[in-house]
């Protein structure tokens, strides 16, 4: 299985993007993909997880109301759009999945991808 991130960019405050993490080499529909992001010295931490094997789906607090997902199973990518972003959202972001897994269970941890960089200038 390969998961592979795109869409990192540089943003203004306010603005938005959209990241996209495709899987490969698997039954797309039955991964549960989470999306992390790491701050420069910092720990990688885990801000939404859908799950396409019970629906299950989880927000974080910091991002919740600003950044949603959404699939495309016939490209197997899932998308995470972020919208009024802000400086503090800078990051590495990083897709992972993991194959019948609910999110209310625990993160998805097996197929990481490379990381994509986002920048939000204020």
């Known amino acids: 299985v390969q998961v592979v991130e795109s869409g ?3 943003a203004q405050a306010g603005g938005s993007l959209t990241l996209s993490c495709a899987v490969s080499g698997d039954t797309f529909e039955k991964y549960t993909i ?4 790491q701050v420069s ?3 990688r931490v885990g801000i939404s997880c859908v799950s396409q094997w019970d629906r299950s789906t989880y927000i974080t607090d910091a991002v919740r109301g600003r ?3 959404s699939s495309d ?3 197997r990518t899932n998308y995470l759009h972020m919208t009024n972003l802000k400086p503090e959202d ?3 972001y990083y897709c992972v999945a993991e194959a019948e897994l609910s999110c209310l ?3 998805p941890q097996d197929y ?5 960089q986002v920048t939000v200038s204020s």
Do not use: E, H, I, P
């Open 105 to 107: 269970v625990r993160w």
């Open 67 to 69: 950044f949603s997902t």
């Open 73 to 75: 199973n016939a490209k």
């Open 90 to 92: 800078t990051a590495v």
């Open 112 to 116: 990481w991808g490379q990381g994509t």
């Open 34 to 37: 989470g999306w992390f992001r």
């Open 41 to 43: 010295g910092g720990q």
């Open 8 to 10: 990192g960019d540089l």
